[in-house]
């Protein structure tokens, strides 16, 4: 904000001589942006616009009609659609800056729309009837096109998550779902190419330059759902967890590679995270072994040490990655 709208307000006697010496003293003349605060805002109310919706539709179905619901959630993705179609900038490999401040919110309001059509269609009428996995891929085609074509992260995440559930839906029988039994090898092995898919995708990304600021997002993705897959076996198949913990450490040890490379102070919070849990779990069934009150007390005493070490390890690696 300029100074002289607080020289003005001083003059009109809404702020003392003291307050405009603290402000002048400062430096409050300098402007400052709010652009990420805008945004935020932005985005919540696309957000709470498809959740108004969404509960406006639940309160009001038998008076409304599915017909004219769904003719309304079409004409709003269509309508989205079009608009971002006519406003959008040429494609290129590279980043593309949104044409205006608010197209990016418009493309997500399309978006979530068309998401909503087919559920709707699919829970309502059972449109793809017992193809789950056909009801979960066109909604996840349609979003990695529109996140490439329109050049947009946020969609790019939607996008993955489609991927993510295709994935798990189109291989695991419906029984395994139906039962939430997510301790089956199927869903876990799954998992597992999923999260190796993703980072490998990232990585292809950065190295061909095509979207490469996608690159991030795809490794992130990948590297939760590898990590959870990893512990996932771990807990699930005992006989063979020390197995299964060489492979969590050397994956903990490339994204270890990997934060330094980017000087990623997240990526290596995450990687020592999942580490911490891969490992804790291993000490505790060696220190159980025989089920005695020593490895019990041992136990409380590996966390307390462990949780000291982790705090210093955190500190230390994050003044070295500032510091390359």
């Known amino acids: 904000m300029n100074i002289v709208l607080f020289e003005k307000l001083h003059a009109e006697g809404l702020i003392s001589d003291a307050s405009l010496d603290r402000i002048k003293a400062t430096g409050s003349n300098r402007l400052f942006s709010v652009h990420w605060e805008l945004r935020t805002i932005?985005?919540?109310?696309?957000?709470?616009?498809?959740?108004?919706?969404?509960?406006?539709?639940?309160k009001n179905i038998d008076t409304?009609?599915?017909?004219?619901?769904?003719?309304f959630i079409a004409l709003v993705s269509a309508g989205g659609f079009t608009w971002c179609f006519t406003k959008k900038l040429p494609f290129s490999t590279a980043r593309v800056?949104?044409?205006?401040?608010?197209?990016?919110?418009?493309l997500l309001m399309a978006c979530l729309s068309f998401v909503t059509l087919i559920g709707y269609l699919q829970y309502q009428y059972h449109f793809f009837g017992e193809r789950f996995g056909l009801a979960s891929f066109i909604p996840m085609a349609v979003?990695?096109?529109?996140?490439?074509?329109?050049?947009?992260?946020?969609?790019?995440?939607?996008?993955i998550t489609g991927f993510c559930a295709w994935a798990g839906i189109?291989?695991?029988?419906?029984?395994?779902?139906?039962?939430?039994?997510?301790s089956s090898i199927t869903l876990i092995v799954t998992g597992l190419a999923v999260g190796v898919a993703l980072i490998a995708t990232g990585l292809l990304t950065r190295m061909r330059r095509i979207k490469e600021h996608f690159a991030f997002s795809y490794t992130n993705?990948?590297?939760?759902?590898?990590?959870?897959?990893?512990?996932?076996?771990?807990?699930?198949?005992?006989?063979?967890?020390?197995?299964w913990f060489v492979l969590l450490l050397a994956v903990a040890f490339y994204?270890?590679?990997?934060?330094?490379?980017?000087?990623?102070?997240?990526?290596l919070l995450v990687l020592t995270l999942y580490a911490y849990i891969g490992l804790s779990y291993t000490v505790i069934r060696?220190?159980?072994w025989h089920s005695d009150m020593g490895g019990v007390y041992l136990s409380f005493l590996y966390f307390i040490g462990t949780a000291i070490g982790l705090i210093f390890f955190l500190i230390n690696m994050n003044k070295k990655i500032k510091a390359a």
Do not use: Q, W
């Open 221 to 243: 993705f990948g590297m939760h759902i590898l990590f959870i897959s990893l512990l996932a076996e771990m807990f699930s198949f005992e006989n063979a967890y020390l197995l």
């Open 286 to 288: 060696l220190l159980t």
């Open 97 to 106: 800056p949104a044409p205006d401040a608010f197209f990016d919110y418009i």
């Open 143 to 159: 979003l990695f096109f529109c996140a490439y074509f329109f050049d947009h992260l946020g969609i790019l995440g939607l996008a």
């Open 170 to 182: 189109s291989v695991t029988p419906t029984r395994i779902l139906l039962h939430n039994d997510f």
């Open 255 to 267: 994204f270890y590679r990997e934060a330094l490379r980017t000087k990623s102070f997240y990526i």
């Open 64 to 71: 409304i009609g599915h017909t004219a619901i769904l003719v």
């Open 42 to 58: 932005l985005y919540l109310g696309i957000l709470l616009l498809s959740g108004g919706l969404g509960v406006l539709v639940y």
